[in-house]
T-cell receptor
């Protein structure tokens, strides 16, 4: 059974700092991996999706990498801003491509002005 | 194009009552998914539906929970005889031909 782990569970950084969030998964036979953002009391917003054949994806100040063989992904946030404060969730789908997402428990990020 | 719409956003039920959560997928989407987020836990898949069909309900509790996605109208997640442990955020998501999945803002169920 696929298990997704995210560390750290919580992170506080001063504004402007670059940071890395980590995600690991136990079964490397994935179809894709997604990073989501969740604000308190809100739904999920997809940030980046990496197909299993890809190594990384970039969007603005965000860069996500995928090392499928080792079961790891990182989300790099450059020049963090207070508006980046949220919970970041990592999720993988299996190789059927079905949208049964396996989620980690998230990293709660606080960017201090 | 409205996103995935869930209602109610917040629902309070007494133990033993029924809870009905509704989800309207994005326009043009025919695939609906329900996920549950228990306090301090990650989101867990519950059920995947297409119009009038349950495709995968491997994450649904065996008793008291049911889901439907009728030909007309929203998808409904129904929880009968609620217990305190059912208190959670229930998220609906939908996808269409491009297979990109979009989440609603969730329904927060509190059982008192």
């Amino acid at each position: 059974k696929q298990e997704v782990t995210q560390i750290p569970a919580a992170l506080s950084v001063p504004e402007g700092e670059n940071l890395v969030l980590n995600c690991s998964f136990t079964d490397s036979a994935i179809y894709n991996l997604q990073w989501f953002r969740q604000d308190p009391g809100k739904g999920l917003t997809s940030l980046l999706l990496i197909q299993s054949s890809q190594r990384e994806q970039t969007s603005g100040r965000l860069n996500a990498s995928l090392d499928k063989s080792s079961g790891r992904s990182t989300l790099y946030i450059a020049a963090s801003q207070p508006g980046d404060s949220a919970t970041y969730l990592c999720a993988v789908t299996d190789q059927t491509g079905a949208n049964n997402l396996f989620f980690g428990t998230g990293t709660r990020l606080t960017v201090i002005p | 194009n409205a996103g995935v719409m869930q209602n109610p956003r917040h629902l309070v039920r007494r133990r033993g009552q029924e809870a009905r959560l509704r989800c309207s997928p994005m326009k043009g989407h025919s695939h609906v998914y329900w996920y549950r987020q228990l306090p301090e836990e990650g989101l867990k898949f519950m059920v995947y539906l297409q119009k009038e069909n349950i495709i995968d309900e491997s994450g649904m509790p065996k008793e008291r929970f049911s889901a439907e996605f009728p030909k007309e109208g929203p998808s409904i997640l129904r929880i009968q005889q609620v217990v305190r442990g059912d208190s959670a955020a229930y998220f609906c998501a939908s996808s269409g031909p491009g297979n990109t999945i979009y989440f609603g803002e969730g329904s927060w169920l509190t059982v008192v």
